[in-house]
């Protein structure tokens, strides 16, 4: 190709890109009916906050930034319950909780992004006093307050009336009114619940082809390989890379669904202490690293050498913020492993 030719091949490249980026910079249309309650795209979007000032407690997503991109964490109010009284034989859930900071899930992410823009059904504009009266808006408890780029919005929100099914806020600066939809105060009101990421990793399985255990400062090694047509991994000892063990691969599938009791938020610490590390995996893909998961007992633990002890235990990874509490049984998972690094 000559000059001309190349510099035209650029020049239609260069267009081509800006016209994608302003393209995804643009708010989406609004749909029939639909109006803008507040506009602005994802970039703009910086900060949602719920707030219950009746319940006494806040959530909020914020967009934050790490090596591997951007994401949304979801920060959440503690709460004091030690001076309630419970009944005998209640089960052991926390009466006292500081804030938490931790990372949101799919639907968290999906819910932050559905206020840049944020959508209505319909805008009633601006409401007399007994309407608002009717519709509770004149003494509300729950808040939004959405920041974009540097410049926060606070809108008064009720559920629906009866009758009704969608929620109204009112933009508290200049007082007009708009039907927003059902799902985004459930979503916030249920935060605290639905909207924390309980997976340990972004990746999949099938891309794992190299792990590495770490326990009682011995390594193992192991290979992984794909099974054509089913999710998941085979396993074998790197020694023996061509003999896949179904020992070592329903144990890793074990490890691979660990699911928390419990998310603690960043640099939270347990009551008892720093979890202490008994085993660490390590994750390659094709000589790239792709995580790891730590899993631990509480710091009181005692390590028996019979049977799995009877305690908390804890995960975290490159994917969590802050340990993972995990179901009591999970010793036995960890036991196991360390025996499996001991015996090599």
Same mark, same amino acid.
Do not use: C
């Given at each position: 190709?000559?000059?001309r030719?190349?510099?035209?091949?650029?020049?239609?490249?260069?267009?081509?890109?800006v016209?994608?980026?302003?393209?995804?910079?643009?708010?989406p249309?609004?749909?029939?009916?639909?109006?803008?309650?507040?506009?602005?795209?994802k970039?703009?979007?910086?900060?949602?906050?719920?707030?219950?000032?009746e319940?006494?407690s806040?959530a909020?997503?914020?967009?934050?930034?790490?090596?591997?991109?951007?994401y949304?964490t979801l920060?959440?109010?503690?709460?004091?319950?030690?001076?309630?009284?419970?009944?005998?034989?209640h089960?052991?859930?926390?009466?006292?909780?500081?804030?938490?900071?931790?990372?949101?899930?799919?639907?968290?992410?999906r819910?932050?992004?559905?206020?840049a823009?944020?959508?209505?059904?319909?805008?009633?504009?601006?409401?007399?006093?007994a309407?608002?009266?009717?519709? =509770?808006l004149?003494?509300?408890?729950?808040?939004? *307050?959405?920041? !974009? #780029? %540097?410049? $926060?919005?606070? /809108?008064?929100?009720?559920?629906?009336?009866?009758?009704?099914?969608?929620?109204?806020?009112?933009?508290?600066?200049?007082?007009?009114?708009?039907?927003?939809?059902?799902?985004i105060?459930?979503?916030?009101q249920?935060?605290?619940?639905?909207?924390?990421?309980?997976r340990?990793?972004a990746?999949?399985?099938?891309?794992?082809?190299?792990?590495?255990?770490?326990?009682?400062?011995?390594?193992?090694?192991?290979?992984?390989?794909?099974?054509?047509?089913?999710?998941?991994?085979?396993?074998?000892?790197?020694?023996?890379?061509?003999?896949?063990?179904?020992?070592?691969?329903?144990?890793?599938?074990?490890?691979?669904?660990?699911f928390?009791?419990?998310?603690?938020?960043k640099?939270?610490?347990?009551?008892? =202490?720093?979890?202490?590390?008994g085993?660490?995996? *390590?994750y390659? !893909? #094709? %000589?790239? $690293?792709?995580? /790891?998961?730590?899993?631990?007992?509480a710091a009181?633990a005692t390590?028996?050498?019979?049977?799995?002890?009877?305690?908390?235990?804890?995960?975290?990874?490159?994917?969590?913020?802050?340990?993972?509490?995990l179901?009591?049984?999970t010793?036995?998972?960890?036991?196991?492993?360390?025996?499996?690094?001991?015996?090599?």
């Amino acid at each position: 190709m000559n000059p001309r030719g190349v510099a035209i091949q650029g020049a239609l490249a260069f267009v081509a890109l800006v016209f994608a980026y302003t393209t995804w910079q643009r708010a989406p249309e609004l749909q029939a009916g639909e109006v803008f309650v507040l506009e602005g795209t994802k970039n703009d979007l910086e900060k949602v906050r719920f707030e219950d000032t009746e319940g006494k407690s806040w959530a909020e997503l914020e967009k934050a930034r790490s090596d591997d991109g951007t994401y949304v964490t979801l920060r959440l109010s503690g709460y004091d319950n030690s001076g309630v009284g419970l009944p005998a034989g209640h089960p052991g859930i926390p009466l006292k909780m500081a804030e938490r900071l931790v990372r949101a899930n799919e639907a968290g992410t999906r819910l932050y992004e559905k206020f840049a823009p944020l959508r209505a059904h319909r805008a009633l504009g601006v409401l007399d006093a007994a309407m608002l009266k009717d519709l =509770g808006l004149d003494k509300t408890k729950k808040f939004i *307050e959405i920041t !974009s #780029r %540097g410049v $926060k919005r606070r /809108f008064a929100v009720v559920p629906a009336p009866p009758g009704g099914s969608d929620p109204y806020v009112q933009d508290l600066a200049d007082k007009k009114v708009y039907i927003i939809p059902r799902a985004i105060l459930s979503e916030l009101q249920s935060a605290s619940t639905n909207l924390p990421e309980r997976r340990l990793h972004a990746f999949r399985a099938e891309e794992i082809d190299r792990i590495i255990l770490e326990a009682g400062g011995k390594k193992r090694e192991l290979v992984g390989s794909r099974i054509e047509d089913f999710a998941g991994i085979r396993v074998a000892p790197a020694e023996t890379p061509d003999k896949p063990d179904a020992m070592l691969k329903n144990w890793h599938d074990r490890v691979l669904s660990l699911f928390p009791n419990d998310v603690l938020g960043k640099d939270e610490v347990p009551a008892a =202490g720093p979890p202490v590390v008994g085993l660490r995996l *390590e994750y390659f !893909s #094709r %000589g790239r $690293k792709l995580g /790891f998961v730590d899993i631990a007992r509480a710091a009181t633990a005692t390590v028996s050498t019979t049977t799995a002890p009877k305690t908390d235990v804890y995960a975290r990874s490159e994917f969590t913020l802050g340990w993972f509490r995990l179901a009591p049984e999970t010793n036995a998972l960890l036991t196991e492993g360390e025996g499996l690094v001991a015996k090599k």
